[in-house]
C-alpha cells in the first residue's frame, strides 16, 4: 500500500558524522524496499552545499550497497537540500524552501536534528514558531541524545517543546532501545514464564549491567570534557537497560503501557548519592605494545580536567519486587574490550549438600547474561556434574545466539526510523521518563575529587 501523502524526511546536520554513518543508511534501509513510504531526503546545512552536495553526501554513505544500484540512484536523485543561516533567529525562509521542494498538496514531515546538543533548543523553537510540522499530513520532530545535561535544563527543554508540539509528535532518541538485543528485554521476560516468576528479590541476588568501550574520547573531548560519564553513559542507555531489566508487565504492549511501567520503575530508583559511586579516568598505558594516551594528554582536554570516563555506580531500587537487591552500573572509555551486558545472578542454593562444609560449597551462582554487544543473546548459567568418578560440580552456560537463529540483525538506528516514520513511539524516550532518569543521577553528575586513575586497555579501577 503507498500512503497517499508524501514525507519530507528534513535533517539538519546532514554534513555530520551521524547523519553520515547511521541516519542517511538507516533512512535507506527503512524505505528503499518497501512502498508503504514516499520519503525525501531534505538535508538542511549552513553550508551552501547545495543539492548536488548532499547527494554526493548520500551517495558516500550508501557506497557499501552497490549491489542495489538502481534503488540507491532514485533514492540519491530524490535527495536534495535546504540552506539555513546560523545568524538568522527565524525559519520562515526554510518553510519557504520546503514548500517549493514539496509542491503543491498536503506533506507529511519529520525534522530530524542531528546537530550538536547545545542549538538543539534554540532550532526546535525556530521549527516551532514557523510552524513548519504543519504541512497538511502528520508532522514530527526527533531530538539525538542527551536530551539536557541535568533535571532543570532537561524540564525546561520539555517545557519548551511543548510549548510547540505535542508529546505524540516529539521523539527522544536513544539508540540503545533499537538494538534488538534490548528490544528483546521485554520478550525475554513477558514470553517467558520460566523466569519471570523469578524475577524478584526472592530469587535475585543483584543485577550487573555493564557497557564497556575499548576506544578512547578520540576528537570528541570538546563534547566529552562538558558531559563524563554519568551523563553521556549512564543517565541514558544504562539507566533505560535498568528499566526494562526491573518494570513491572506493562498492561499491554502499547507505547503508552510501556513507558508508563518504565518510569514507574525509575520513580523507586532513590537518589543515588556520592557514597555509592566510583569515578575513574584512564591514564596512558601500552596496548598491544603501543602507547596510548591517558585522558589528560587527549587534544583539548584540560590537563586538570576532572571529567570521569568510567563509572561504577550502586543504585537502590525501593518496591517489593527489587528492595535489598542492588544494581550495578559501570561504563568506561578505554577498558580491555567493547562489550554490552546485563548479568542477573541469583541467590545461592539454600543448602549445599555436595560438600559437608558451607564456606567451601562448589556451586557457583545461577546466572542470565543477556549479551547485547557484541554476540547478541544471552547464556544461562547452570551448575552441572562433571562426568568424572568424582563428584565435582562445575559451572556452565546454555547458550542463544541471534546469529544461529536469525539471518538479518537490523541495526537499531533502521529500526527507530522505521518507528519515526510509522509514528510507534515505543521504543523513543518519553518526557516524564526523561526528567525521572535525572532525578536518580542530580547530586553525581561531577565527582567532588579528581577521578581514580586506571591504565588505558584495563578494566578500570579497582573496586572495593
Ligand atoms: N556521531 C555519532 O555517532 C552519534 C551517536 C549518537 C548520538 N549522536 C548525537 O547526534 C548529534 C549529532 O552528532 P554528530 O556527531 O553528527 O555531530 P557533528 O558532526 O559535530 O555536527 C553535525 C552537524 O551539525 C551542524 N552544526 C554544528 N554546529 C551547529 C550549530 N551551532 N547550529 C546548527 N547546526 C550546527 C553542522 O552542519 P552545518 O555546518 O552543515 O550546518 C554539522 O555538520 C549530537 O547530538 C550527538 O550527541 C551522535
Not at 85 to 104: A, H, K, M, N, V
Not at 198 to 206: L, V
Not at 246 to 264: C, H, L, N, Q, Y
Request: proline share 6%; glycine share 8%; aromatic share 8%.
Amino acid at each position: 500500500m503507498t500512503h497517499a501523502v508524501p514525507t519530507s524526511f528534513v535533517v539538519f546536520g546532514v554534513t555530520g558524522d551521524l547523519a553520515h554513518r547511521k541516519l542517511i543508511p538507516a533512512l535507506f534501509d527503512a524505505v528503499a524496499d518497501t512502498n508503504d513510504h514516499d520519503v525525501r531526503l531534505i538535508g538542511v546545512s549552513s553550508q551552501p552545499v547545495g543539492a548536488a552536495g548532499v547527494q554526493e553526501i548520500v551517495r558516500k554513505s550508501l557506497a557499501d550497497r552497490g549491489n542495489r544500484g538502481s534503488t540507491v540512484a532514485r533514492f540519491v536523485e530524490r535527495s536534495t537540500h535546504a540552506l539555513v543561516s546560523r545568524d538568522s533567529d527565524t525559519l520562515d525562509d526554510l518553510g519557504r524552501q520546503l514548500r517549493e521542494i514539496e509542491g503543491p498538496g498536503p506533506n507529511n514531515r519529520v525534522f530530524y536534528l542531528a546537530i550538536p546538543p547545545g542549538p538543539a533548543a534554540s532550532i526546535s523553537t525556530m521549527i516551532g514558531k514557523a510552524r513548519l510540522l504543519d504541512a497538511g499530513g502528520w508532522g514530527r520532530i526527533v531530538l539525538e541524545k542527551p536530551f539536557g545535561r541535568d533535571l532543570a535544563s532537561a524540564t525546561a527543554l520539555n517545557e519548551l517543546l511543548h510549548e510547540y508540539f505535542s508529546e505524540t509528535q516529539i521523539y527522544r532518541m536513544d539508540h540503545y532501545l533499537g538494538k534488538e538485543a534490548v528490544q528483546n528485554l521485554l520478550t525475554f521476560r513477558f514470553a517467558n514464564p520460566l523466569f519471570e516468576s523469578t524475577w524478584n528479590r526472592d530469587r535475585i541476588e543483584s543485577v550487573d549491567i555493564r557497557v564497556a568501550e575499548d576506544i578512547g574520547v578520540g576528537e570528541r573531548a570538546g563534547y566529552y570534557e562538558k558531559s563524563g560519564a554519568v551523563r553521556d553513559m549512564i543517565q541514558n542507555h544504562l539507566t533505560q537497560l535498568t528499566t526494562l531489566v526491573g518494570m513491572e508487565a506493562p498492561s499491554s504492549f502499547t507505547a503508552e503501557a510501556i513507558r508508563d511501567s518504565k518510569v514507574r520503575v525509575l520513580e523507586s530508583v532513590r537518589t543515588v548519592a556520592t557514597r555509592d559511586v566510583v569515578y575513574g579516568q584512564y591514564a596512558s598505558a601500552s596496548i598491544n605494545g603501543e602507547l596510548v594516551p591517558g585522558y589528560l594528554d587527549e587534544p583539548d582536554v584540560d590537563p586538570g580536567s576532572k571529567t570521569p570516563t568510567f563509572v561504577h555506580i550502586r543504585l537502590a531500587i525501593d518496591n517489593w519486587r527489587w528492595q535489598g537487591v542492588p544494581f550495578y552500573l559501570t561504563t568506561g572509555k578505554r577498558l580491555h574490550e567493547r562489550s554490552s551486558a546485563i548479568v542477573v545472578t541469583y541467590r545461592p542454593a539454600p543448602v549445599c549438600i555436595f560438600h559437608g562444609r558451607e564456606d567451601d560449597c562448589p556451586i557457583g551462582r545461577n546466572t542470565v547474561t543477556l549479551r547485547i554487544q557484541p554476540h547478541e543473546g544471552f547464556d544461562v548459567g547452570f551448575s552441572v556434574k562433571d562426568p568424572d568418578p568424582e563428584m565435582q560440580v562445575v559451572s556452565k552456560p546454555l547458550s542463544f545466539d541471534y546469529s544461529d537463529a536469525f539471518k538479518d540483525i537490523p541495526d537499531a538506528y533502521r529500526t527507530l526510523v522505521t518507528d519515526i516514520l510509522e509514528g510507534d513511539q515505543t521504543l523513543f524516550v518519553r518526557g516524564d521518563e526523561v526528567e525521572a532518569s535525572w532525578r536518580v543521577y542530580e547530586d553525581v553528575l561531577e565527582p567532588a575529587a579528581a577521578p581514580l586513575p586506571y591504565p588505558a586497555g584495563s578494566s578500570g579501577p579497582k573496586l572495593s
